[in-house]
């Protein structure tokens, strides 16, 4: 394949690390070209613990997907996570030059909304998206450039992480070999997969339960308001079955996939599933209840936490377009019932990956949501994955075409600007 316009997102998860190729189509959808999923190692709640494991989960989920894809991949949109987060609104003003906003007084304003916000030398700024203009007080002005009026308002939302945890992670995917196009807060990535214009405008939550944590975003009059991650998730309810059913975390992990229930009520019947003990390899059979009956309580702590997220956040009466779910903890049956219930009756729904052909198939579960929307960001932005020649490599000799074209070259390239860059 020649076309070099695709695009790609690397979710480095908790669980899981995938890898999504696609190419923009002319009607906006994406067509998936390929995708990597790998178990994650080294990674804990979206923090790395173990950088070689790390590095290796990475690269091969690069290749699975650069297999499937048979492109080679130079760059990719990388998500962030983790409850280093943090999110705030702030809002900047400026006087207009000459009674008209110039493309000037918009980045100034941004500017002075961005220097309001506290920023301890820890920390670093990941998004300032803008949520509304105003002139002369008038809101909801999109585009200010060229309009008349004395005074530009911003509203910007402004997401922090720690400068350490961000790098961490960086470094890992660039000694992986692949280039870091932009950083990106994953339920914003996630959000653009699964959540319509219509819930975004009508105000909406996207909750990704993920297994090391659950990403929250809300949505309002068609603009981010509010980001945070909750350091909890899937795993958690797989650590208690193992600890209260006395099996290894696999089969916990395995039961809870194949029997599991977010809900007591909703298990049909006196069905019975049959377990191993751990250590004295005992068989038993336990009551399928009973593993809704364990995994319920934890589903609703974490829904609990979202609640009084929304809360502490005073956003709760917003959410009028109701909750959408991501995430492969929202794969559990009755989990939207089970948050519908806890959220005060709000409709929700378990959102999957939408306006995509290709291998679309591979990637219409909620696990994928967030790296397709990796994806959907590069493609917006038209920010392409594969290896690009810079100026004068037209000519790289045809010996060594072969290696550029399969994106070994660009990887040592990527690696030694890395390290010429570290001081
Ligand atoms: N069919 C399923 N039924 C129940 N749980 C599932 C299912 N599939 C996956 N999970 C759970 O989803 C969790 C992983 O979800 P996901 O892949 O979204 O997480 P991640 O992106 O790796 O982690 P994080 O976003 O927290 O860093 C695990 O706890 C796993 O047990
Ligand atoms: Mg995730």
Redesign the pocket.
Known sequence: MTDAAYVAGL?V????ICTVIARPSADGSLEILGVGLTP?RG?K??VVVDRQHVIEAIQHSVDKAQRMADVPLAGAYVGI?GDHITSRNATGRVHTTAGEVSPADVEKVIQSARDSVPLPADRQIIHSIVRDFAVDGQRGVKRPVGMSGNGLDVELHVVTGMASVIDNLERCVADAGIVVQQRVL?PLATSLAVVTDAERSLGVVLI??????T?VAVFDDGAIRHTSAIPL???A??RDLARLLRVSHEEA?QV??RF?YAMGDMVPGEEMVQITEVGTGAEERVPRRLLAEIAQPRLEEILYLVKEDLRGARLHELITGGAVLS???S??DGTARLASEVLDGIPVRVGRPRNLSGLADSVST??YA?GVGLAMMASQDGTFAGPVAPAGTAAIPSRLRHWWEHGILPRIDAYLQRIWKTP
């Open positions: 979710d998860g908790t669980t899981k994650s990674i709640r979206g996570t994953e990704d339960i993920g297994g090391g944590t990403d998730g899937g795993e309810v797989t992990e809870k996939r599991g995430g492969g903890t794969q559990l909620p696990v967030t």
